[in-house]
């Protein structure tokens, strides 16, 4: 089914292909929010924000390739439906709403959108596999 958003791709890889902008988000708020001005030494730990934001991008580096490989191996299997469709949606938009709540340090609810988009994954995985 084709995306509303980058009508040339899949909801899957339409997604995947936003999740690119969204880790640079990640990576220039991580930047800038530990000071930005490059004097940080090798072995120097992070405080306040900005070591949310370094644990931020650190998570979402740990499960982009995940949903990378669902998103590649659903398109490439013509797995692709509206489930799969809804598990991108679910990891695109739960880590849209991770970020701003690590970097506020509402935990119980950056908790609750990792487990949307961990659960989008899932459900890639699911359609694939069964």
Do not use: H
């Not at 708020?29 to 730990?45: C, I, N």
């Not at 938009?93 to 899932?122: C, D, E, K, M, N």
């Amino acid at each position: 089914m084709p995306s509303a958003i980058l009508p040339s791709l899949s909801v899957e890889l339409a997604y995947l292909a936003l999740c690119v902008p969204l880790g640079l988000v990640y990576l220039v708020f991580q930047a800038y929010s530990t000071g930005g001005d490059g004097k940080r030494q090798p072995g120097d730990v992070a405080a306040g924000m900005g070591f949310r934001a370094e644990k931020a991008l650190r998570n979402f580096s740990e499960t982009f390739p995940l949903f990378a490989a669902m998103a590649l191996a659903v398109t490439v299997a013509d797995k692709a439906d509206w489930w799969t469709a809804l598990g991108a949606g679910l990891y695109f938009w739960g880590r849209v709403a991770y970020l701003p709540a690590y970097i506020a340090g509402y935990g119980p609810v950056r908790s609750a959108f990792w487990t949307i988009a961990t659960l989008g994954i899932a459900i890639m995985f699911w359609q694939l596999a069964f």
